[in-house]
């Protein structure tokens, strides 16, 4: 069976930091592109960053260019996501995805004072 | 970025009646290895997306054959043979052919 289980959000302040882990069962993690896309309270998704198999290639959306960072380590079958210098926008349930056909349940990122 | 317009943004349907949800591109989605990167998503109440349609028209593991996808260029279409209550959620087009994948606004498929 396929899983992936982010963890790490939580309740963070403005201009905090937050690292987001995704762990990765069921299928072959390391030959895979990663991604991490985010959905805001009632609206749409919208794609952050994407790393290729070997972790050397990543690539950010321009919200996240400068402030996050996405690694992997294909030893332990995990996904991150350091964010830092958090801004009350970037609040949402952040995805971790496996090509584009493995999707976890998610992981609720709030920013707030 | 590559601009992504579905319509409608609402749909009711009758179980057991067809549904369509139209998705165009502001660019071409062709790329030069031939493949066309367009990927459909629905995203079930209280769920994370799931992909039901990958390179056009390709289902992905496990999606019923009553959906169905279509299309080419910057026009794409979804179909929904005949509509089951499970069926209801938001659905998403998306583009992958260039930085950074771009996905529609959604389409919210209700039951009458």
């Known amino acids: 069976e396929v899983q992936l289980v982010e963890s790490g959000g939580g309740l963070v302040q403005p201009g905090g930091s937050l690292r987001l882990s995704c762990a990765v069962s069921g299928f072959t993690f390391s030959s895979y592109w990663m991604h991490w896309v985010r959905q805001a309270p009632e609206k749409g998704l919208v794609w952050v960053s994407r790393i290729n198999s070997d972790g050397r290639s990543t690539n950010y959306g321009d919200s996240a260019k400068g402030r996050f960072t996405i690694s992997r380590d294909n030893a332990k079958n995990t996904l991150y996501l350091q964010m830092n210098s958090l801004r009350v926008e970037d609040t949402a349930v952040y995805y971790c995805?496996?090509?584009?056909?493995?999707w976890g349940r998610g992981t609720l990122v709030t920013v707030s004072s | 970025d590559i601009v992504m317009t579905q319509t409608p943004l609402s749909l009711s349907v009758t179980p057991g009646q067809p549904a369509s949800i139209s998705c165009k591109s502001s660019?071409?989605?062709?790329?030069?290895?031939?493949?066309?990167?367009l990927y459909w998503f629905l995203q079930k109440p209280g769920q994370s997306p799931q992909l039901l349609i990958y390179?056009?028209?390709y289902r992905f593991s496990g999606v019923p054959d009553r959906f169905s996808g279509s299309g080419s260029g910057t026009d794409f279409t979804l179909k929904i043979s005949r509509v089951e209550a499970e069926d209801v959620g938001v659905y998403y087009c998306m583009q992958s052919i260039q930085l950074p994948p771009t996905f529609g606004q959604g389409t919210e498929v209700e039951i009458k």
């Open positions: 995805i496996g090509g584009w056909g493995y």
């Open positions: 390179e056009v028209s």
């Open positions: 660019q071409s989605l062709l790329h030069s290895d031939g493949k066309t990167y």
